[in-house]
Nanobody
Framework: QVQLVESGGGLVQAGGSLRLSCAAS????????MAWFRQAPGKERLLVAI????????YYTDFMKGRSTISRDNAKSTLYLQMNSLKPDDTAVYFC?????????????WGPGTQVTVSS
């Protein structure tokens, strides 16, 4: 059973940067496709970025494209999200998630989330 724990969130001024990390345990991270999601207060959870098992493919939703980089280090069982030029609208709880490639309709494992607050 893969367990995920995010870290790196915090309070940052608009225009600043944060690097989120997601540490995995209990499984071989290289077997999983990974993603970052975020959820703002009172809003639905939204996909931020996706990365495949070896990092050769990444996808970003429009609101993060050009301002963020998803990456992974399978040897360290860690997923990252570098976020730059942060805006107050980026304030949310950020979650990492993992799924096996054959599971196409949902992410199987989730972390508890890390709070990101961007002040204006």
């Amino acid at each position: 059973q893969v367990q995920l724990v995010e870290s790196g969130g915090g309070l940052v001024q608009a225009g600043g940067s944060l690097r989120l990390s997601c540490a995995a345990s209990g499984g071989d991270l290289s077997m999983y496709r990974m993603a970052w999601f975020r959820q703002a207060p009172g809003k639905e959870r939204l996909l931020v970025a996706i990365i495949n098992q070896n990092g050769s493919y990444t996808y970003y939703t429009d609101f993060m494209k050009g301002r963020s980089t998803i990456s992974r280090d399978n040897a360290k069982s860690t997923l990252y999200l570098q976020m730059n030029s942060l805006k107050p609208d980026d304030t949310a709880v950020y979650f990492c998630a993992a799924r096996r490639p054959q599971v196409v309709d949902r992410y199987e494992h989730w972390g508890p989330g890390t709070q990101v607050t961007v002040s204006s």
